[in-house]
């Protein structure tokens, strides 16, 4: 709540009073009751957070991407009359995955993970309840180290650590030093998760874009399209001795 003692979930309630009555109608729940209301606080946060500029509205929406990707080749292997015995949707999946890696850079996971501060901790499992609702989606975060030294004295040692699934670790890349005390936080934080990215092309958005930046990121990608993919542009690299 608000000094004012107003909770986000009340104004979220004033501002969208149909979808609110209706999200309660599709759940089952009668509105006066408040008992019954609490008893679905779980549906009620997802609801809550795809009405706001959240993580999880963000990775709903990136994860579109992907099924547009798992539909197409559906679509293509059932429009060639290949006969592949039925397996077209497994393929069509596996496909996908190959195609589409949506990594979230989040530099607080491992503060969240370790903490014991109840509403941290809820921060965390909040975001592996993502990775397991989506499969094919990773998180970067940085991770901290006490590692003791010959002398006796202990040293900071910083990682870049890609996990994914219920917390499964799958890379962790050594850093010289904390990559956020250099330069700004925010874009050093989204750098050192793009050695976990593959593919020809990335595209980099921030959780709470407005709206109109979407109209801008389809124009960029009109552009990238028009310069590096149609006109075939080619990085060369000098050796220096």
């Known amino acids: 709540k608000n000094e004012d003692g107003i909770s986000i979930l009340f104004y979220l309630q004033k501002i969208y009073p149909d979808e609110w009555k209706n999200f ?26 795809y009405r706001g500029q959240t993580l999880a509205r963000t990775v709903r929406g990136m994860m579109y991407y992907r099924r547009a990707l798992e539909v197409q080749c559906y679509e293509d292997m059932k429009s060639e009359q290949a006969d592949l015995g039925g397996d077209e949707s497994a ?15 989040c530099q607080l996971y491992g503060m969240h993970k370790a903490s014991k501060d109840s509403r941290e901790r809820g921060l965390y499992e909040n975001i592996l309840n993502l990775m397991l609702t989506y499969p094919a989606l990773r998180i970067a975060y940085i991770d901290e180290k006490e590692v003791p030294l010959p002398n006796g004295k202990m040293e900071k040692h910083y990682y870049s650590v890609l996990v994914k699934g219920d917390d499964e670790e799958i890379y962790r890349v050594k850093l010289p030093g904390k990559p956020t005390e250099v330069g700004e936080g925010k874009p050093n934080n989204q750098n050192h998760a793009i050695i976990f990215t593959r593919g020809e092309a990335l595209q980099a958005i921030d959780m709470n874009q407005v709206n109109d930046l979407y109209f801008l990121v389809l124009s960029l990608v009109y552009q990238y399209i028009l310069h590096f993919v149609l006109s075939r542009i080619t990085i060369l690299k000098n050796h220096l001795k």
């Open 24 to 49: 309660l109608e599709r759940i089952g729940v009668d509105p006066d009751n408040e008992e019954e209301v609490k008893g679905c606080m779980d549906d009620i946060l997802i609801w809550a957070s």
């Open 91 to 105: 393929r069509s999946k596996a496909i996908a995955d190959v195609k589409f890696t949506y990594v979230v850079a």
